[in-house]
């Protein structure tokens, strides 16, 4: 398990790292835009479309390195009160919503990639951009959170059955 577990963490991270890559070639990009706009009177052709790829792309990798560094937004107000046994059957639960929920999205978000590489799908502004590349992050993202959350399941199984080793981090 321990192998399987590296190697789901190297691919969360690797996720995580290209989002950083493209959150930055982002910025560049845009800040480049706007100095080309106000300056020099022509912005970059494309510069929108570009961006709304970078969002999927910094977006769907990086969240399983999220879940993994349990980096999600929580609201712990009542849960903190909680004993920890109860704390991780409540989270038990969560999780399971979770998976549920990524399961579906990311069932969708492989069938709209399916139908964007049929059709060969592409943006519809001043660069027609193929929509594939970027659909197909949604499904693999939702795949990398859903196998995380398997594995933060499994862990918080293992402490409430009352077995100290957990297959988190």
Sequence with gaps: ????????????????????????VMMFLISADTIARYVFHSPIDGTMELSEFFMIAIVYPSLAYA????????????????????QNILGIFTDTIGVILWVIIGWKGLDMAIRAWVFSDTTSGILPLPLFPAKILIPLGAALLCIQLMLDIYQKLRLVSGSEAGAGK
């Design 1 to 24: 398990m321990s192998r399987f577990l590296k190697v789901i963490q190297g691919i969360s991270l690797g996720g995580e790292s290209l989002g950083r890559i493209v959150l930055l």
């Design 67 to 86: 879940q993994y560094l349990k980096a999600h937004v929580r609201v712990e107000l009542l849960v903190i009160r909680l004993s920890e046994r109860a």
